[in-house]
Structures are given as C-alpha cells and as structure tokens.
C-alpha cells in the first residue's frame, strides 16, 4: 500500500450454506472490518472440495482467486 497503511486480509470457507468471506482490515483496528460474501447462486459457484481454495467461479469462465495477492487489498491508481 503506497499510503503506508498496514491492512491485514484472510479469507474463510464456510458452512452450511457454502461461501467463501474474504475480509480485510487495518492493522491496529480489530473492529473495522470489510467482509465480501460470495455465495453458492445460480451461474456461480465458490470454492470447496473439488475446486481451488479461495475461487469464484462464474459461468461462461470468469474466475476470482482470492488468494492472489493484491486482490482484495490493492489500492487504486490515482491519476
């Protein structure tokens, strides 16, 4: 992060009705937490025994890994 802001980000599986939650929060601040929750839905589908660990998976091959660095916690380009 280019403003020197420590951020720290997990992402969990969960049950029982299937979603993966990733969460991103600043160091320091245990109760500011951003939560993102990706549900199983129609068209959709999120990581579990048969797929990648923290994927996304869209119909007609749109794919997030939430592991991948930068992801989740990237900040934007200022013009």
Do not use: Q, W, Y
Not at 44 to 67: K, P, S
Request: proline fraction near 9%; hydrophobic fraction near 35%.
């Amino acid at each position: 992060m280019d403003d020197g802001t420590v951020r720290l980000r997990n992402v969990r599986h969960r049950h029982p009705d299937c979603r993966t939650v990733p969460a991103l929060r600043r160091a320091g601040s245990p109760h500011a937490v951003l939560r993102l929750v990706f549900r199983e839905a129609p068209g959709r589908a999120v990581a579990g025994f048969t797929r990648g660990r923290h994927e996304v998976l869209a119909a007609g091959g749109g794919r997030l890994d939430l592991d991948e660095p930068g992801l989740i916690d990237k900040t934007p380009s200022r013009p």
